[in-house]
């Protein structure tokens, strides 16, 4: 949606449309060359900056195909100190590989966590070390066209579709709409839950899908917060005072449950994707402290945390407690999503 300031920069947002149609055509024309594997990739990403609920997503493909398949996640790593392509271990820190593939591997330690900016370098590089792999996902790589996934995942936020949007920096859009035809599945992110049939039948319209794509309607569920460093668990209560620490892209889901849930809380917004000095450590202490509550915590998302957990010596005492987020499917639409991508990867190894 266009705001109202955002109308200024309207001429920038044409010539970006103009920038981003003429590479798109490039590769539709195969001037620019686009490399396919004769082996199950499947890329999870959006049209617009960020929001969209990509990281939850992949995390559900996880979960999903690591019970069947030998599974490893491949991300760019943005904002990482290191450059080229790694695999995550033991001793590997969100500094080196970025906050949300260090999220994927402190969940899913059974699961390969790869980073490298070239996607194309970095597959064959994946398959090289570890040729047991069946399965890879590509997180947030819908406009990296350099590498062709057999299945595109596009999510697209309910309050902010991609068909009521402009492109950039009069909106939030990254690349044209059209390129929406080249997803295979569409997953309208973040909705009410109680989304009814007629509503979600006429966004269907609006989007107007092709032949061969597939609609999904999602609405995001908080899980019960824990404890950075001790893992224990809290239930969010009403009586409860919360400092919010938030450097995600689209803290607006989870701002509206605080506010139906508790008695009040503060925030301290970061950009998106923040590394956490010791400047804001000095500014997180004395903004809890001087809250004068007796039933109070510091809440952040799982993103956050990652980035948050050098100051484990610093922070230890304190009430910091994480909540994870998931994506679940309305209409019971899971059970076909399932499907369709366990059905992806099955056909090459049948």
């Not at 392509?85 to 970025?98: K, R, V, W």
């Not at 005492?317 to 994870?324: D, F, G, H, R």
Request: with cysteine; charged share 25%.
């Amino acid at each position: 949606m266009l705001k109202s300031f955002r109308y200024f920069l309207f001429p920038f947002s044409i010539l970006y449309a103009g920038i981003i149609w003429l590479r798109n055509k490039l590769f539709d024309w195969k001037i620019i060359k686009s490399a396919e594997f004769n082996f199950p990739v499947i890329c999870v990403g959006n049209l617009a900056v960020g929001g969209t609920g990509k990281t939850p997503m992949t995390e559900y493909l996880i979960g999903l195909l690591k019970v069947h398949f030998k599974t490893a996640t491949l991300s760019r790593g943005y904002k990482r100190k290191t450059k080229g392509f790694a695999i995550a271990n033991e001793n590997t820190t969100a500094i080196e590989i970025g906050d949300e593939p260090m999220q994927f591997h402190q969940k899913f330690p059974d699961v390969t966590v790869a980073v490298g900016e070239e996607r194309l370098v970095a597959i064959p590089q994946l398959l090289h070390q570890l040729p047991e792999m069946q399965v890879i996902i590509l997180d947030d790589a819908f406009q990296h066209r350099y590498v062709k996934a057999g299945l595109n995942i596009v999510l697209t936020e309910f309050k902010n579709l991609y068909t009521r949007d402009f492109m950039m920096p009069s909106g939030d859009l990254r690349d044209n709409r059209a390129s929406i035809k080249r997803a295979d599945v569409i997953v309208v992110s973040k909705c009410s839950a109680q989304l009814s049939a007629d509503e979600s039948n006429k966004i269907k319209e609006e989007i107007n899908p092709l032949p061969h794509q597939k609609i999904f309607f999602t609405k995001i569920v908080y899980g019960t917060p824990y404890h950075l460093f001790n893992k224990t668990s809290v239930h969010i209560e009403e009586r409860m005072d919360v400092l919010l620490l938030c450097g995600i892209a689209n803290p607006k889901p989870l701002k509206e449950l605080l506010t139906n849930k508790v008695h009040s809380y503060d925030m301290i917004r970061y950009r998106d994707h923040h590394i956490f000095n010791t400047d804001d450590l000095r500014e997180i202490k004395k903004t809890f402290d001087q809250m004068k509550s007796n039933n109070k915590i510091i809440l952040t998302t799982e993103k956050d945390a990652v980035r948050l957990e050098k100051f484990r010596n610093e922070l230890s005492e304190y009430p910091l407690y994480v909540i994870p987020v998931r994506h679940e499917f309305l209409f019971e639409g899971n059970k076909e999503f399932d499907s369709i991508v366990s059905s992806f990867v099955q056909k090459y190894y049948q």
